[in-house]
């Protein structure tokens, strides 16, 4: 298929159709028409080899009860060696209707009530959050902020392992875009052996690496690691199919892979839905090129930011991401609190970001904002921030 026709560049009208992301904003942000660059979801239409095999199953008039044939996992498995350089097998696999219930049965089949287990803020929100609802303890090892970005604090990891049951990691990273690199991925996997840690994998973004970084399943950097590793991968961020509840957790150990299945028999939520089915087949064999397209444009997108922020308003301090195709935008210049941020943004800019808060310890002063989407409403976006700006005097450094 020629680039032609992949048009990243086409208006989707997405209001009226329950879409969290657009016809949410009034109850979101208090107002509905905000320009919408939240919540992780894409707006651009879904590949088509991946709508017309939804439409091939749709054809079929009984939306029964469906198993996973071996055709479901071999895609996944074909697609994580390719994409990942991770020679999986199909049986490690096991269907999941979410990466967060996926999370959440990883830590419920390896930890008990009051254990302690380790997020790495500022994190994805549902890390503390699930964490606290299932009675574990929360315990932080904070990302450090440095020159170069955010990196890990080992000495700190090393403190707050000891003891522990369960490390959540988020790989690449969400908010900070961080893909680690294998020094780091080997420096946590020691740091867990030593402490007989299980780690839970996040790698739902692993798809969206920009160029010249590479993302590395950690669980497979060796057989001890891999042992003790839960991964968690899922085509819903990469073709922007989170609707349809597809997701896969990736387990080599027969004993942790038992012990997740329990729990998934616990709760009875392993049934999925026939769409979903025929959607990971589809984007998992036959995505490469739609993928390598995509990423192009969302690069352009951020460079594009980039650009316009080091241009018109410096005292945003800007760092394209490694991987995701959400950028980490540093407002602590402007001195303003997160509710007045927020408040500027929303009625003021006419903008809906993710409140950098949100995120956890090291969050506040930061908002996350969607670069998936089309070219022209980034540029608007950043207009209207421009205009905003000038008129408080926010411009400069």
């Known amino acids: 298929m020629s680039v032609m026709e992949y048009d990243f560049d086409r208006v989707v009208v997405r209001e009226g159709t329950r879409c969290e992301k657009y016809d949410s904003r009034e109850e979101i942000f208090g107002r509905a028409d905000v320009i919408p660059l939240w919540v992780a979801d894409m707006d651009f239409e879904v590949a088509p080899f991946i709508t017309e095999a939804i439409m091939r199953r749709a054809a079929h008039p009984v939306y029964g009860y469906e198993f996973r044939g071996s055709g479901f996992y071999d895609s996944a498995a074909g697609w994580i060696a390719r994409r990942g350089g991770w020679n999986v097998e199909p049986g490690w696999m096991n269907f999941t209707p979410g990466v967060v219930s996926g999370l959440v049965c990883a830590m419920r089949a390896v930890t008990q009530e009051g254990d302690r287990v380790v997020i790495q803020p500022p994190v994805y929100p549902p890390f503390a959050r699930v964490t606290k609802s299932n009675g574990r303890r929360l315990v932080e090892n904070p990302l ?178 490694e991987g995701t195709y959400m950028m980490w935008l540093d407002f602590r210049a402007w001195g303003l609190s997160p509710q007045e941020l927020w408040h500027f943004l929303v009625f003021e800019a006419g903008l809906g970001l993710n409140e950098g808060a949100r995120f956890g310890t090291g969050g506040e002063g930061f908002m996350r904002i969607n670069l998936a989407t089309r070219r022209a409403l980034v540029e608007q976006a950043m207009s209207q921030l421009e205009t905003a700006c000038r008129k408080r005097g926010l411009t400069g450094v």
């Open 144 to 321: 450090r902020e440095t020159n170069a970005g955010y990196e890990m604090d080992f000495d700190d990891l090393d403190r707050k392992l000891n003891g522990a049951k369960a490390l959540l990691l988020c790989n690449p990273q969400n908010p900070t875009g961080r893909v680690f690199t294998r020094r780091e991925l080997e420096r946590v996997g020691e740091l867990c052996i030593r402490h007989d840690v299980v780690l839970i994998s996040d790698e739902i973004h692993c798809d969206l690496i920009q160029k010249p970084y590479q993302h590395i399943h950690i669980a497979s950097l060796s057989d001890e690691l891999a042992h003790r590793t839960i991964t968690l991968v899922a085509p819903s961020k990469t073709f922007n199919l989170a609707g349809l509840s597809t997701s896969l957790a990736v387990i080599p150990d027969p004993s942790l892979r038992r012990r997740f299945r329990a729990e998934f028999d616990r709760m009875h939520i392993d049934q999925g839905n026939v769409f979903g089915t025929a959607a990971l087949e589809a984007a998992y064999r036959q995505g490469d090129e739609w993928l390598d397209r995509l990423l192009e444009y969302v690069r352009g997108n951020m460079e594009y930011v980039t650009e316009f922020f080091a241009r018109h308003i410096p005292s945003v301090k800007t760092r394209p991401s």
